[in-house]
């Protein structure tokens, strides 16, 4: 604390990587992550991929004086990966679940089962109240043919709402996580643009770290650079972004990461590298009330405004797009298990051959018959699961784009409600009824 307006918070982030009996060095990992922990005494610890609940009873051990306060997000059939440990009490915590999250069949990436969510911790620091977010978003396995970035967009929306609802109490936003997101990504965009959250790494005073904040590198030992595609060096996917209020200003002051190996050991704490920052809180002045000042500023919210609705009305199109793949594929479920009942019903009748004609024996042998009966009901059980998840999804994608084309419809109301762009030393009062404050987007 610099002084008594001042607060001084240190924040860390890392992705884990802590799928147990899966992820190489994983026990050892932990060990040399509770060790960094407990010496560095950050204020605000924010961990992905903690899958395993007794990683984090083990971290909630080893940081116990260090960290006394600390929150485990449980969700889907792995849980959400999600911890929070902190100095400061916990005052209350919320979890929000994204309702898309990739497929159950494609168990090799694993994703939908470990139920992707977004956890909020809130917390006093001194006399502010602080909203603090951990989240994990959908991976991008394919920079060319990525079958979910829908479901990613999606996620972001969710994120976006899920921060601005519940945080219009606090005085100091804070989001840290894996977002799976380049910082121009239109998931990202999105994000920063609707909340107004700033990126640690563009606004940081000073930066200590890899090259362009990257936090997957081609040097990490665990990282594959097939992963990172036709970036040979890296890329930046995480995040802590952070956000003020109308009583309270946020600097951040340095921004660090790790860089691959740990200095004394034979590999890294994860296969992403880990990010703290140092931000600065900061008791907001009086607001200047010159008209010059006032004009610029409704100047620049309208840009802000004409910007997002740009934005949304993409992230409208790629949904759409998800959409349209969806219903595809709900469709092929739909016509696979109309197949598999003819082939059920065809089966039936042959069975009642023997009834019809009596004498008349099994046309089939038993065996073949049966695994035919059995090839039927695995066909009608898929594909009833399957035409299920995909309704389930349609109305997701459905859900998210109503509320998108009500969005944009609301964000252009508001832009019209914006005075021609006059010379600044032309004073002109806001529309009738309509504060600067309200034409905010972030609001």
Partial sequence: MANADSVSVRVFSLNCWGIRYLSKHCHERYAMIGELLSKEEHDIVLLQEVWSEKDYLYLKKKLACSHPHSHYFKSGVIGSGLAIFSKHRIHDT??????????????????????????????????????????????????????????RVVQAWELQQFIRHTSAGADVVIVGGDLNMHPQDLGNRLLRSYTGLADSYLETAKFDGCENGMTLIADNPFISVKELGPFEKGIRIDYILFKGSSITDIHC???????????????????????????????????????????????????????????????????????????????????????????????????????????????????????????????????????????????????AEDQMRLAVGSLQEKLRGFPVAQPHNALRSPPRGQELGALDPEE
């Avoid at 992707?116 to 043919?145: C, F, P, Q, W």
């Avoid at 880990?274 to 931000?279: I, K, M, N, P, V």
């Avoid at 042959?350 to 065996?367: C, K, M, N, Y």
């Fill in 94 to 151: 919320f979890q929000y679940r994204y309702s898309l999250n990739g497929y159950p069949y494609m168990a090799h990436h694993g994703d939908w089962f470990g139920g992707k969510a977004v956890g909020m911790a809130v917390l006093r620091l001194n006399n502010l109240t602080a909203n603090i977010y951990v989240t994990h978003l959908h991976a991008e396995y394919s920079r060319d043919k990525d079958s979910y970035l829908p479901h």
């Fill in 253 to 399: 002051d340095s921004l660090s990461t790790t860089r691959g190996s740990v200095p004394d050991h034979p590999f890294p704490y994860s296969d992403h590298e880990a990010l703290t920052a140092e931000l600065r809180l900061v008791a907001r002045g009086p607001a200047e009330t010159a008209g010059d000042v006032k004009s610029k500023n409704r100047d620049v919210a309208a840009g802000k405004l004409a910007e997002l609705i740009d934005i949304v009305t993409e992230a409208r199109t790629e949904v759409k797009v998800g959409l349209h793949c969806a219903e595809r594929m709900r469709y092929t479920a739909a016509r696979t298990g109309v197949m598999g009942l003819a082939l059920l019903f065809l089966e039936l009748a042959i069975a009642a051959v023997p009834w019809l004609a009596l004498g008349a024996e099994q046309p089939f042998p038993r065996t073949s018959f049966y695994l035919l009966a059995a090839l039927c009901f695995a066909i009608l059980l898929t594909t009833f699961l399957l035409y299920v998840f995909y309704t389930m999804e349609l109305k997701s994608l459905q859900g």
